[in-house]
């Protein structure tokens, strides 16, 4: 399912051998930056900062010092997330010009482990949305399936990793943002447990932050409680790297040991969640298939999170969005009217009405996790089909639906609080890459990477 580029693991291989310099896979990567003009992925590019950072990594594995477990990998960051110098708008015309003063703590560490920064990557305003058009950077294209959308909110960082422009990506997830468009040009994704990766530097940050002042994570609960930063790339072993970096653990650390058969699974074709094309339900039942020799046991779950997404559906629009409010005020001639919309409306919620929401929330939070009591590891799909088209329409079997109800799947993993992996596993009708979740209980983010990896060679094993 993935391209034929190299992925993260491979290219750290080469700097550090000497098979390649990072200044030879910087230029590599500018050269299909320069090719691909059209496909708006960036909102800006820094090759000068770029090309200073690779030459100390050559630098340092010249003097015999360790280079970094990403040294010399070009990693492209979200619009929503600080780096230093850099643009920083949100996708947003309110802050068109602005420079961050500050960089997110999760492009530090990465940083520091040897990755070279080229560019911002577009997002749609505020990060809210399914597909990727931004005042900003203009609609992002998907590099890989001309004619769908790369997704969104991370639309950005889908295409560049894809376009193999970055070799890692960094964006965000709130009710889908990585997963969906990881789907979308057929990559890789982790949403990790949230509390696992810093999140200091995401804008609007409390206060509205967006640049100046104290850069403290979002304020708005549900948003607070759920939103991540994670990777984008081309493989599973990539993602685990790159966690290991952003939390600041120990790397490699597995607990299948590359076997599942000591691994009990749950899964669910997602239509209790959402329209489901018959493809996609064909697609995981298959996989279902294949996989019961392979594991422990297997349980076929049809309501799997089904209170999580109907208490986040109520939830998410009553949550205050303090932060996103104090960013656009004085500024809202400049926002988009359907997101100026829901954020003032989001601060008119009276206290009970937002209390028992979350009430509600915490329940069917508690409840869904106990699937976890008898399952280690949960299969759903990314969503109800493939990659939408350009506006944003996604067919489901003659059915036309659009934006937040094409994430329902992802939306209900959310809620819940638990890690999953994005797997591209099949191909559409359109073939266009159909993705599953590969969920964990929180906290395991190991055990969803391992299944992950495991089942992205044991897929590829069977020609897939």
Request: net charge negative.
């Given at each position: 399912m993935h391209t034929s580029l190299r992925d993260a693991t491979a290219v750290v291989s080469a700097v550090r051998t000497g098979q390649a310099s990072a200044e030879d896979v910087l230029a590599e990567s500018r050269s299909r930056a320069d090719a691909a003009p059209d496909l708006c992925a960036f909102i800006e590019e820094g090759w000068p900062g770029a090309a200073l950072a690779a030459k100390e990594v050559d630098r340092r594995r010249a003097r015999g010092e360790d280079p970094g477990p990403l040294a010399g990998v070009p990693l492209s960051v979200k619009d929503v997330i600080a780096v230093t110098g850099l643009r920083l708008t949100g996708g947003s015309a309110a802050y068109a010009g602005n420079v961050a003063t500050f960089?997110?703590?999760?492009?530090?560490?990465?940083?520091?482990?040897?990755?070279?920064?080229?560019?911002?990557?577009?997002?749609p305003e505020f990060a809210f949305g399914a597909i990727t058009e931004s005042a900003v950077g203009g609609r992002t294209l998907n590099p890989r399936f001309p004619g769908a959308t790369?997704?969104?909110?991370?639309?950005?960082?889908?295409?560049?990793?894809?376009?193999?422009?970055?070799?890692?990506?960094?964006?965000?997830d709130y009710g889908g943002s990585l997963r969906w468009p990881a789907q979308c040009v057929g990559i890789t994704a982790l949403r990790p447990t949230p509390g696992t990766v810093p999140d200091l530097g995401i804008v609007p940050g409390a206060g509205g932050w967006y640049g100046g002042g104290n850069p403290t994570p979002p304020a708005a609960r549900l948003q607070a409680d759920t939103q991540v930063i994670g990777p984008l790339a081309r493989s599973v072993r990539d993602l685990r790297t790159a966690l290991a970096v952003l939390s600041d653990s120990r790397p490699?650390?597995?607990?299948?040991?590359?076997?599942?058969?000591?691994?009990?699974?749950?899964?669910?074709?997602?239509?209790?969640?959402?329209p489901v094309r018959r493809e996609v339900s064909a697609m995981i039942s298959s996989l279902a298939e294949q996989l019961a020799p392979e594991v422990r046991t297997l349980k076929h779950a049809p309501d799997l999170f089904a209170g999580s997404l109907a208490a986040y559906n109520r939830l998410r629009p009553l949550d205050p969005?303090?932060?996103?409010?104090?960013?656009?005020?004085?500024?809202?001639?400049?926002?988009?009217p359907a997101n100026l919309e829901p954020i003032q409306r989001s601060m008119q919620t009276e206290a009970g009405e937002l209390e028992a929401a979350v009430a509600e929330s915490n329940q069917a939070r508690r409840r869904d996790l106990a699937v976890f009591d008898t399952a280690d590891i949960v299969l759903l799909p990314v969503a109800g089909g493939p990659a939408c088209d350009a506006s944003g329409k996604l067919d489901i079997d003659g059915q036309s639906i659009f934006g937040w109800d094409i994430m329902g799947q992802c939306r209900a993993v959310t809620m819940v609080g638990a890690p999953v992996v994005s797997l591209p596993v099949a191909w559409s009708s359109e073939s266009l890459p159909l993705s599953v979740q590969v969920v964990a209980a929180p906290g395991a983010d190991a055990l969803a990477l391992d299944f992950a990896e495991w089942l992205e060679r044991f897929l590829g094993e069977a020609g897939l």
């Amino acid at each position: 399912m993935h391209t034929s580029l190299r992925d993260a693991t491979a290219v750290v291989s080469a700097v550090r051998t000497g098979q390649a310099s990072a200044e030879d896979v910087l230029a590599e990567s500018r050269s299909r930056a320069d090719a691909a003009p059209d496909l708006c992925a960036f909102i800006e590019e820094g090759w000068p900062g770029a090309a200073l950072a690779a030459k100390e990594v050559d630098r340092r594995r010249a003097r015999g010092e360790d280079p970094g477990p990403l040294a010399g990998v070009p990693l492209s960051v979200k619009d929503v997330i600080a780096v230093t110098g850099l643009r920083l708008t949100g996708g947003s015309a309110a802050y068109a010009g602005n420079v961050a003063t500050f960089t997110a703590t999760a492009v530090r560490r990465l940083q520091e482990a040897g990755a070279v920064v080229i560019g911002k990557t577009n997002c749609p305003e505020f990060a809210f949305g399914a597909i990727t058009e931004s005042a900003v950077g203009g609609r992002t294209l998907n590099p890989r399936f001309p004619g769908a959308t790369a997704g969104g909110s991370s639309g950005g960082e889908a295409a560049a990793v894809a376009a193999g422009i970055s070799a890692l990506g960094l964006g965000t997830d709130y009710g889908g943002s990585l997963r969906w468009p990881a789907q979308c040009v057929g990559i890789t994704a982790l949403r990790p447990t949230p509390g696992t990766v810093p999140d200091l530097g995401i804008v609007p940050g409390a206060g509205g932050w967006y640049g100046g002042g104290n850069p403290t994570p979002p304020a708005a609960r549900l948003q607070a409680d759920t939103q991540v930063i994670g990777p984008l790339a081309r493989s599973v072993r990539d993602l685990r790297t790159a966690l290991a970096v952003l939390s600041d653990s120990r790397p490699g650390v597995r607990g299948l040991g590359g076997v599942p058969s000591n691994v009990a699974v749950a899964w669910s074709d997602g239509s209790a969640l959402g329209p489901v094309r018959r493809e996609v339900s064909a697609m995981i039942s298959s996989l279902a298939e294949q996989l019961a020799p392979e594991v422990r046991t297997l349980k076929h779950a049809p309501d799997l999170f089904a209170g999580s997404l109907a208490a986040y559906n109520r939830l998410r629009p009553l949550d205050p969005m303090i932060d996103h409010a104090a960013a656009v005020a004085g500024r809202e001639h400049l926002v988009l009217p359907a997101n100026l919309e829901p954020i003032q409306r989001s601060m008119q919620t009276e206290a009970g009405e937002l209390e028992a929401a979350v009430a509600e929330s915490n329940q069917a939070r508690r409840r869904d996790l106990a699937v976890f009591d008898t399952a280690d590891i949960v299969l759903l799909p990314v969503a109800g089909g493939p990659a939408c088209d350009a506006s944003g329409k996604l067919d489901i079997d003659g059915q036309s639906i659009f934006g937040w109800d094409i994430m329902g799947q992802c939306r209900a993993v959310t809620m819940v609080g638990a890690p999953v992996v994005s797997l591209p596993v099949a191909w559409s009708s359109e073939s266009l890459p159909l993705s599953v979740q590969v969920v964990a209980a929180p906290g395991a983010d190991a055990l969803a990477l391992d299944f992950a990896e495991w089942l992205e060679r044991f897929l590829g094993e069977a020609g897939l």
